[in-house]
């Protein structure tokens, strides 16, 4: 069993074998090039206690060169873990010691740092597994005891390395000189490769159809469950249908080179009960190609209708067609292939192909601090309509250099490019940095530039610029042609939320006694306002002509025209109702002859009942915001003092007195009200002090007639006493 430990043997290791003669004899002469490291995280060994309850929730991460290249899944609650996880690394380096940490897992907090250790790799014997405890120690407290680490090792010289390896790896050392200072940027590539996770697989739920009813009013409530590996999602409920659209978007993480199966089962929610299965499918990413959008109809096993979906996988290795080393524009050859391809003599090949478009991501700079730490780690979404596309993730970086190439197959040349940033958080969704919408017609092809982030909504500028470069080669007829097509819908479209740093701001900020004082700002302004000559009350003047007008036109109503004569046109009202009334009389002796007529009829009264109970419902809505207004504007002084007094007592009874003394006297005097008087009437106290406010009409109604004195007897004697 080999002991390495940081604060006796660590940092004498490098360059030293303190295994004995035995690695010496057996190195080679000539050093490969590249080396496989294969690593078992076995368990942990009384780890430190970060957590109230004397535990701990530990994750170990595997760094290269400042590089994450491995994270471990979280053992919840235990100082003795067993992870028994296994890894593999690429490395032409073995002066680049693997730096380990282990963390305490904090669900929305900072993660707790429980101790770290360096395994420095030139002391590792060659094609041997060996054994070794790493004392984990903080180099700010290097006296406490922290605990240790177990892991199975294996150092490999590679001596036949890939052709694409060595393509990159060749092409990275003839890079600028100014990555050449940062040797860790020269294998992010190759250290990708080597992750955990080999690529990304991006759903988009859009909807369902004909699906099978499982509820007794002949619909559903579904929902969708996806499981891939230990990865897991689940859908939200639509209730009361049969064809479901949920339009929602999630990410897996492929973690086999050749891709794997995704199980997709469908639910129907049944409150209460253990829900109905209603139907199943799945996927085989192995039959799907890379850096494309597929739609897949997928009929359901086991019960009836078809899930539809959209699904990207986006390859992280090393080499692909998303490395900036490998840029098919760039090749003359390549680039005379597809300019041929959408040229003018072939038009009217292939209407639906447009046009290619070529997206380099290169770099973003300036980027807003996401973390707690002043840090992010940013990613980069490219999408196209319905394609979708994203980088790797840089960690704790404000400054990330992706270097990747995207390739997007045009459908109309009319779409907007839209390039999003952003900061990846482990086990939520991932917050928002900035966007870019750049339409295709917009682009200046093979132009490197920096576009200044927008909000989400593209209405103002938020911090970072991103450097793109991008090329768009199309066929101008097949566009003009496709223009005359209704453009195609796009699937996911970000559903409104509310702002985070608002959210932030108001729940760090507000507190219960803000809701009755900010009441009482406007009461004291209207009586400020009142009290130096400036009324308030304007609409009371409408209110009373609108009133008018009504009476005006009830006036002209109670005389109705006849066509007969044109002396009938001023006969009194009550002439025409007996009319009316006898018509009416003969309509219902119909209606009792003719029984379908006598259905249609009741459906009309139907009708009018149902519109007669919404303009009531209208009638009591507006009077009680009229009155709410009419209490603000002092309409009646005593009850705007009653109301400032009210709020007041509130105030200061919230700000004194917690909350929940509060809300436990309210569910007292709740509760015990029928016990203290059985006879009580349930009532609503603010209500009922509205009820007390009139409305416009009722102010109208209750304002006093002006009177004109000028035909008095009393003034007209005075005016003349002889």
């Given amino acids: 069993m080999l002991t390495v430990s940081l604060s006796s043997v660590g940092r004498s290791l490098t360059g ?6 035995g690695n010496a004899e057996t190195a080679p002469a000539a050093k490969p090039e590249m080396y496989q490291l294969d690593i078992i995280l076995k368990r942990g060994n009384n780890l430190a206690i970060r957590d109230r309850g004397g535990t701990s929730d530990p994750y170990v991460k595997f760094k290269i060169s400042g590089k994450e290249v491995f994270r471990s899944k979280t053992i919840n609650k235990n100082l003795n873990p067993v992870w028994d996880e296994r890894v593999s690394l690429l490395v032409d380096n073995l002066r680049e010691p693997l730096y380990i940490k282990v963390f305490d897992y904090d669900f929305g907090l900072q993660d707790d740092f429980m101790g770290s250790a360096y395994l420095y790799l030139e002391s590792l014997e060659h094609q041997r597994t060996l054994d070794v405890t790493l004392d984990l120690e903080d180099p700010q407290h290097p006296d406490h005891n922290l605990g240790s680490l177990d892991l199975g090792v294996t150092l490999s010289p590679k001596e036949g390395v890939s052709r694409e390896a060595t393509v990159l790896l060749t092409r990275s050392w003839k890079r600028s000189s100014k990555q050449q200072q940062h040797p860790s940027m020269r294998l992010s590539d190759v250290h990708r490769k080597a992750q955990l996770w080999r690529g990304i697989v991006s759903i988009s739920l859009i909807e369902a159809r004909d699906l099978r009813p499982m509820d007794a009013n002949g619909l559903s409530d579904p929902y969708v469950k996806f499981r ?9 409920k639509i209730p009361k249908t049969l064809n479901p659209q949920w339009r929602e978007q999630f990410d897996f993480h492929l973690y086999e080179e050749h891709g794997g199966f995704i199980d997709i089962t469908v639910w129907d929610k049944d409150a209460g009960k253990k829900d109905d299965f209603m139907g199943r499918c799945s996927i085989d990413l192995s039959q799907l190609s890379k850096e494309h959008t597929h739609k897949l109809d997928l009929p359901l096993d086991e019960g009836e209708g078809v899930l539809v979906l959209l699904v990207t996988l986006t390859g992280v290795a090393a080499v692909s067609i998303s490395d900036l080393s490998v840029n098919m524009l760039d090749d003359p050859h390549e680039r005379h292939q597809i300019l041929q391809r959408y040229g003018i003599l072939r038009s009217f090949h292939n209407l639906k192909d447009v046009g290619v478009v070529q997206v380099k991501v290169i770099r973003a700079e300036g980027l807003m601090a996401a973390d707690v730490t002043g840090k992010s780690d940013p990613f980069c979404v490219v999408e196209l309509s319905n394609d979708r596309l994203q980088t790797h993730t840089i960690y704790k970086n404000l400054n990330p250099e992706w270097n990747k190439v995207f390739t997007f197959n045009v459908k109309d040349i009319h779409s907007v490019l839209e390039v999003t940033v952003y900061d990846e958080d482990r086990d939520r969704s991932a917050d928002f940095l900035g966007k870019v919408a750049i339409p295709l017609l917009n682009i200046q092809n093979g132009e490197r530039k920096a576009y200044g982030l927008k909000s989400k909504e593209l209405t103002g500028p938020t911090k ?7 090329d768009v080669i199309f066929n101008a007829v097949k566009a003009g042609l496709r223009t005359l097509i209704p453009i195609e819908q796009k699937y996911i479209e970000d559903e409104p939320r509310v702002s985070k740093q608002l959210f932030v701001l108001v729940v760090w900020n507000f507190e219960l006694y803000m809701i009755p004082l900010a009441l009482l700002l406007p009461l004291v302004w209207s009586y400020i306002l009142i009290a130096s000559g400036k009324d308030t009350r304007q609409d009371l003047q409408v209110m009373e002509d609108l009133l008018e007008d009504e009476d005006e036109d009830y006036d002209k109503d109670d005389k109705v025209p006849n066509p007969g004569s044109s002396e009938d046109w ?13 018509s009416w009389h003969f309509e219902w002796i119909q209606v009792l002859v003719d029984p379908e007529r006598k259905s249609f009829i009741n459906k009309l009264y139907a009708i009018q009942d149902v519109c007669i109970s919404v303009q009531n419902a209208l009638d009591v809505v507006a009077s009680y915001g009229e009155r709410i207004k009419n209490t603000f504007n002092w309409t009646v002084p005593f009850l705007s003092w009653l109301a400032i007094a009210a709020l007041c007592v509130t105030t200061i009874l919230v700000y004194c007195i917690p909350l929940r003394y509060i809300i436990l006297a309210w569910g007292v005097n709740k509760f015990t009200k029928k016990l203290r008087d059985p006879y009580t009437i349930d009532n609503n106290e603010l209500l009922d002090f509205l009820s007390r406010v009139p409305s416009d009409v009722q102010v109208v109604q209750y304002r006093e007639l002006k009177l004109d004195l000028s035909h008095s007897p009393n003034k007209r004697k005075k005016n003349n006493p002889g």
């Fill in 16 to 21: 030293i074998n303190i295994l004995g003669p």
């Fill in 228 to 236: 891939m590996g230990h990865q897991k999602y689940k859908s939200k």
């Fill in 570 to 582: 001023q006969q009194p009202a009550s002439h025409v109702l007996e009319d009316m009334l006898a």
């Fill in 464 to 470: 970072g610029v991103i450097f793109l470069e991008i």
